[in-house]
T-cell receptor
């Protein structure tokens, strides 16, 4: 099925470990986004990309890095995980046509101990 | 900057009750407005949208009308079902933030049988 696929779905890390979350979309979308969702905080934009090879900071970028080497993939990295990064992470993509809605993956639930 | 304000939840209703979830926005220009729904353990899904003033978006029995004079986009459904239990997000795109989506904080709906 067409859409946005996130891997892994669940992960538990220890403080200081690193990991990469993968997002893949097969809709040929130009724009891709990483959000985190925490209780009572809604969705907060971490980083986004407006096309292959580009990335930009969102609302809460500290402690995260991203890469968009291929148009269909958007990677989110945690270099040294901290308990404050325990969250549910969502990837989304959208067309570069004006005012198009975003398509979301099912999320990655990440716990940092 | 742009912002979206939703009524705080949770909202608890009995099956077949009438639903209203209020949403107001602040934005320059002529944004498009959206309602997304998030079921437990899943990502956000587009529920309906409206791209200009007085447009009515509708889907699965839900409706919302883009009211520019009151800067509102309230979500309504005439008869809710248990399966409508979810978190609902109001959102806009195309104001000051350009292509980035501005989300409300979300409203959790519980429907009792």
């Amino acid at each position: 099925n067409a859409g946005v696929t996130q891997t892994p779905k669940f992960r538990v890390l220890k403080t200081g470990q690193s990991m990469t979350l993968l997002c893949a979309q097969d809709m040929n979308h130009e724009y891709m986004y990483w959000y985190r969702q925490d209780p009572g905080m809604g969705l907060r934009l971490i980083h986004y990309s407006v096309g292959e090879g580009t990335t930009a900071k969102g609302e809460v970028p500290d402690g995260y890095n991203v890469s968009r080497l291929k148009k269909q993939n958007f990677l989110l990295g945690l270099e040294s995980a901290a308990p404050s990064q325990t969250s549910v992470y969502f990837c989304a993509s959208s067309s570069d046509r004006v005012k198009q809605p975003q398509h979301f993956g099912d999320g990655t639930r990440l716990s940092i101990l | 900057g742009d912002s979206v304000t939703q009524m705080e939840g949770p909202v608890t209703l009995s099956e077949e009750a009438f639903l209203t979830i209020n949403c107001t926005y602040t934005a320059t220009g002529y944004p498009s407005l959206f309602w997304y729904v998030q079921y437990p353990g899943e990502g956000l899904q587009l529920l309906l949208k409206a791209t200009k003033a007085d447009d009515k978006g509708s889907n699965k029995g839900f409706e919302a009308t883009y009211r520019k004079e009151t800067t509102s986009f309230h979500l309504e459904k005439g008869s809710v079902q248990v399966s409508d239990s979810a978190v609902y997000f109001c959102a806009l795109i195309g104001g000051t933030g350009g292509f980035k989506t501005i989300f409300g904080a979300g409203t959790r709906l519980f429907v009792k049988a």
